[in-house]
């Protein structure tokens, strides 16, 4: 039986891509386009926080969801909510062990995939989406500044980022979510992102103001030229 050389090895496993851009940016629309994109070995991986949109989700998340929607519902009926100083220390260390536990969860689905030879296209983010307050901001809780620190240096990155990137007025349009004011800074942050981590060379800005089908094929270009580099 011939062996395989290495190179051939090496050339079979896939990598990562991920899609940043603020809510209305298109990023879930253009990562699952990517997923029919033919010609493309994609799988696709939500790297965000929202428990509607998560594809891949521990159980004790779901959980932590649920509670979290009754406390909210508590507030709502006017019931306070609980001053116990060491009771709200206790939730929050639970809430960033937790955390930790799904973002590293997700990364071994994704290395998992990568390992198998799979492009695995990131809808967001972790380190993008919490790097203006775990890790740039300067007053921070410790729990925030655990959870940046360990994203900043244990947390694999992703080989490729692509920046969908449109002006304030056109997100809003289509989510109408936030403010324009909001926007506008989140815009900036995601935009100055790969160069306050370190990952110049591996980003990339799409116009996402583009028909949809430009979208996708800009970004499959992108994706197709970085495999030609490994």
């Not at 991920?18 to 809510?23: K, N, T, V």
């Not at 993008?128 to 694999?156: C, E, K, Q």
């Amino acid at each position: 039986m011939t062996a395989v050389p290495p190179a051939r090895r090496r050339a079979r496993r896939g990598f990562t891509v991920a899609l940043i851009g603020c809510d209305g940016a298109g990023k879930t629309t253009v990562a699952r386009a990517l997923e029919r994109t033919p010609g493309l070995r994609v799988r696709y991986l939500y790297m965000g926080v929202s428990a509607d949109s998560s594809n891949r989700q521990l159980a004790t998340t779901r959980v932590a969801h649920s509670v979290k929607r009754m406390r909210r519902r508590r507030l709502q009926a006017g019931r306070p909510p609980t001053r116990s100083r060491a009771r709200r220390a206790g939730r929050a260390g639970l809430r960033l062990a937790n955390r930790l536990a799904e973002e590293w969860y997700r990364q071994l689905i994704a290395q998992a995939y990568v390992a198998r030879g799979w492009i695995v296209v990131f809808d967001r983010h972790f380190l993008a989406d919490y790097h203006a307050s775990d890790v740039a901001a300067a007053d921070r809780p410790v729990s925030r500044r655990i959870h940046g620190w360990m994203l900043v240096h244990a947390y694999p990155r992703p080989q490729l980022v692509i920046v969908l990137d449109a002006p304030p007025e056109v997100v809003h349009a289509r989510k109408g979510e936030g403010t324009l004011a909001s926007l506008a800074r989140g815009r900036a942050e995601y935009l100055s992102f790969a160069s306050a981590v370190g990952l110049d060379r591996t980003v990339a800005v799409i116009r996402a103001t583009q028909p949809l089908p430009a979208v996708v094929e800009d970004a499959a270009g992108l994706i197709r030229d970085a495999a030609g580099h490994r």
